[in-house]
């Protein structure tokens, strides 16, 4: 299912997952890593992946 989708997706799109995916192994995870670990409990699972797509699109 993955495969087919992933098939679909829009390749020109500067925020498409795959492009994302990419920019954020290269660039930001290790800082995004360290950042969780310094907030510790300060936001649920569900906040610390949204403010990550709105930091992932600046």
């Known amino acids: 299912m993955m495969e087919e989708s992933g098939s679909l997706e829009n390749t020109n799109d500067e925020f498409s997952n795959t492009r994302l995916a990419e920019r954020f192994d290269g660039a930001l995870k290790k800082r995004w890593i360290d950042l969780c670990e310094a ?7 569900i906040q610390y992946l949204t403010n990550l797509s709105h930091v992932m699109q600046v």
């Not at 907030?39 to 699972?45: K, N, R, S, W």
């Open 39 to 45: 907030l510790g409990d300060a936001f649920t699972e």
